[in-house]
């Protein structure tokens, strides 16, 4: 595996036991069938289930095109994607998901739209298979994300993408804890474009992204790539203010000329728990900020790798434990 291959598969892996041998009989012959020299990177993001002894057999199987990265815990899948991307040496990197949503058939339209000079390749996903709340909810979200950040994804949530090794290197030199790849990408490359590809149903298992984990992953979207949020309250909270001081005015005003009254404690109750809701919602944007800066300064690693199954050149198949990952400087120790 020492030959520079034309283009890495990089697949996070989270419990998917059930659909990897069916991933397995339609990726394997996909990548064959493009005549290009390839390798595959999967990342086993601390299943619980068998995946990663599933992937370990699979290695063993094709060890010329195969490479497995062993999490020691459950990282998210964008920290896998971006392990993935370090152990990845391919001119071109794609992305793909283990549960056949988007079919290994069409990683050829990607390599083949690169041909073209592009650099960044993303998807759109047509005859979308998801319930309709889902879809309701990135079409609004894609929209809004457009506004705030200026990064234009049509479908942000298709994970089927297409990177030049430059767009890779450049993601690889970021530190960042939290984070999109797709958004990341996009903010880097010289000359994105996107395509429409096939949708199928989840092959097995279930989705790993609750309706809780998807406002995280948008929360990380728009602060992770913008302050405009941070303006639009900034600038919310002058409007409000001057118009509570005008409204106190009125009310001093009204007091001289009517005389004091009772009535309107409760619009006054409700104009207060309106202020008080406002100053918490913006209490909670300015902790998201907080919060992100308060992870990076730690400096903690992104992730921890307890091994990673490749076969070196020349010499047997071995499989090579590594202490920590996430960070250029992590220790490496061969067995």
């Not at 002894?53 to 990282?75: C, K, S, W």
């Not at 199954?309 to 992590?330: F, K, N, Q």
């Amino acid at each position: 595996m020492t030959a520079k291959p034309h283009v890495s598969i990089v697949i996070p892996v989270y419990n998917e036991e059930a659909g990897l041998d069916a991933l397995f009989a339609r990726l394997y012959p996909a990548l064959d069938a493009l005549g290009r020299s390839y390798e595959i990177v999967f990342v086993n993001d601390g299943s619980a289930d068998r995946s990663a002894a599933i992937l370990r057999e699979q290695f063993e199987r094709r060890p010329d095109v195969t490479r497995v990265v062993l999490f020691n815990g459950n990282y998210g899948q964008h920290l896998a994607i971006m392990a993935g991307f370090a152990h990845s040496r391919g001119d071109r990197v794609v992305t793909l998901d283990a549960d056949l949503q988007n079919p290994p058939e069409e990683i050829g339209r990607l390599l083949a739209k690169m041909d073209e000079g592009y650099d960044y390749v993303g998807t759109i996903r047509r005859k979308r298979q998801d319930v309709a709340w889902r879809r309701y909810a990135s079409r609004a979200m894609n929209r809004l994300r457009e506004r705030i950040t200026r990064i234009r994804m049509t479908d942000q949530g298709c994970m089927l993408r297409a990177y030049s090794r430059g767009v890779v290197d450049t993601i690889n030199s970021c530190r960042e804890i939290n984070t999109y790849v797709p958004a990341l990408a996009y903010s880097f490359s010289r000359n994105p474009t996107e395509i429409e590809v096939a949708h199928e149903e989840r092959a097995a298992g279930e989705t790993k992204y609750s309706l809780y984990k998807l406002i995280r992953l948008n929360f990380d979207l728009v602060t992770g790539f913008s302050v405009v949020p941070l303006q639009m309250f900034s600038m919310a909270g002058m409007v409000i203010s001057v118009a509570s001081l005008a409204f106190v005015i009125f009310l001093a005003v009204r007091r001289l000329i009517v005389g004091p009254e009772a009535e309107g404690l409760f619009t006054l109750f409700g104009i207060a728990f309106f202020l008080i809701g406002a100053a918490l919602f913006g209490i909670g944007l300015l902790g998201e900020y907080v919060g992100r800066i308060y992870q990076e300064v730690r400096g903690r690693p992104r992730y921890l790798i307890q091994a990673v199954l490749e076969r070196p050149a020349p010499g047997p198949v071995s499989v090579v434990p590594r202490e920590a990952a996430g960070r250029d400087d992590a220790p490496r120790n061969a067995a």
